[in-house]
């Protein structure tokens, strides 16, 4: 793309002519689309809903719907609501270990109340985000995200070799020859399209790598017309919303937990649009369009919550086609923010992601988890690996994730303390947000 044409679309209310529009709006929704979708799959599994099943079908459906919600609030505002910049959103994987944990002991009543209550506080975040920026300097948020990409990969390789669930991980084809040839031929084909193509083919990588795998699984008869039948053909058209889904469940440990994440995510959210605003139009975004875009993280999961929908948040790897195409405009992101609602409100569309086999997701999440990791790591390189940094890099590693290696470490603490603090995530965010406030710089 001309320097000319960079130019012509670095106004975020400029509208590029609709054949160019609305496949760069399909591109959007491609690049986000598995990542989107599989956050749901795994606290599904966690709270022991059924495979395939209507429940997590519904779940399915109320990540895209909403991812596409939340994006509107963001392109298209309301009032001080959204950053008015081509911002997606998508359900966020920051928040699976602490749901997945809370949903396995406590269920999805107690998980979804949590991410209501915190998408709440979340939204409150938006008066006073700038002011809390120094709590969660690189340091912080490259550790906490890196602990998330390490908590999330033994789950992939778990789905790989067939299946999460105990009765699954003790059957005869668990990690059978069948079961990673499928899930490496996703591997396989994500990598070559993401490295080996460009544009769309290559933004759609994980996705095109997810469907190559489905046909596999079929012809290996892991997938058959009548398993399609009964879940596809069994699903309804359209789909009425169901306000709290699993009641209103209190519980004060599953709150914190999942606000302490929210609050890591809104940072995250600062810096994406920071990265939308420098890489799309060449300046810095305003403290207006970080407040409205911390608003719109918030305001979109509360209500997402209230419906049976988990967390938002601004997806990183959209932010890369806006500096890859030059097109700033919001209203392309809105385009696929349509497309997402649309695909939400037919549950069929929902059961055919909820009959991908186990090793199929499995081939994509291995992908996507180590990404995570690998994003973590990259924030840590704008660290100086002085001798306080990496301390601080090693006890809360050491805490976050040596406890969830080891949960009867902590078996006699009270319920939910026990679930954050084997969750990985909780421990390594609240162990370096201290020992960063607390250790003195060194000289």
């Known amino acids: 793309m001309s320097d000319a044409t960079i130019g012509k679309y670095a106004d975020p209310n400029v509208t590029p002519p609709m054949a160019q529009a609305v496949p760069l709006g399909l591109q959007h929704v491609l690049a986000m689309f598995a990542s989107n979708v599989t956050p749901s799959i795994i606290v599904a599994g966690a709270a022991g ?31 001080p609501i959204g950053s008015r910049l081509p911002i997606m959103q998508g359900t966020s994987f920051a928040f699976v270990g602490v749901l997945a944990g809370v949903a396995a002991t406590q269920g999805l009543g107690v998980a979804l109340t949590a991410c209501l209550i915190a998408g709440v506080i979340h939204f409150c975040l938006g008066g006073f985000i700038t002011k809390l920026r120094f709590l969660f300097p690189p340091l912080v948020t490259g550790l906490v995200i890196l602990a998330i990409g390490l908590y999330l990969i033994p789950v992939a390789i778990k789905y790989a070799a067939g299946g999460a669930a105990k009765f699954q991980m003790e059957a005869e084809s668990f990690g059978s020859l069948m079961h990673w040839t499928v899930a490496l031929s996703v591997v396989i084909v994500a990598l070559a399209l993401k490295f080996f193509t460009k544009g769309i083919l290559s933004n759609a990588a994980i996705l095109i790598g997810l469907i190559v795998g489905y046909l596999i699984a079929f012809a290996f008869g892991m997938v058959t017309f009548e398993g399609l039948q009964k879940t596809v053909g069994n699903a309804a058209w359209f789909t009425a919303l169901t306000p709290l889904p699993y009641g209103f469940e209190f519980s004060l440990g599953a709150v914190i937990g999942v606000t302490l994440v929210s609050i890591v995510s809104a940072i995250e959210t600062v810096g994406d649009a920071s990265a939308t605003a420098k890489a799309g139009a060449g300046r810095q975004a305003t403290d207006r369009e970080i ?78 988890f180590g990404m995570v990791a690998g994003a973590g790591i990259n924030m840590l ?29 902590v078996q006699y603490m009270p319920g939910i303390w026990k679930t954050l603090a084997t969750s990985a995530v909780a421990p390594t965010a609240a162990m370096a947000i201290l020992l960063n406030l607390i250790l003195p710089e060194e000289d």
Do not use: W
């Open 49 to 79: 809903l059924a495979f395939g099943g209507p429940e997590q079908v519904y779940l399915i459906q109320m990540a895209m719907l909403f991812a596409g919600i939340a994006t509107l609030f963001q392109t298209v505002g309301i009032g």
């Open 381 to 409: 390189q704008e660290v100086k690996m002085s001798r306080r940094n990496m301390i601080i890099i090693a006890v809360s590693l050491a805490f976050g994730l040596g406890l969830n290696l080891v949960p009867t470490a």
């Open 291 to 368: 407040a409205g875009a911390t608003y719109a993280d918030g305001a979109g999961s509360a209500i997402a919550a209230l419906f049976g929908g988990l967390p938002n948040t601004s997806f990183s790897q959209n932010v890369g086609i806006v500096g890859m195409t030059g097109i700033m405009s919001r209203h392309v992101v809105t385009i696929g923010a349509l497309v997402l609602i649309a695909c939400g409100l037919v549950p069929k569309i929902g059961a055919v992601i909820a009959s991908m086999p186990l090793p199929v997701l499995g081939g994509g999440v291995i992908v996507m």
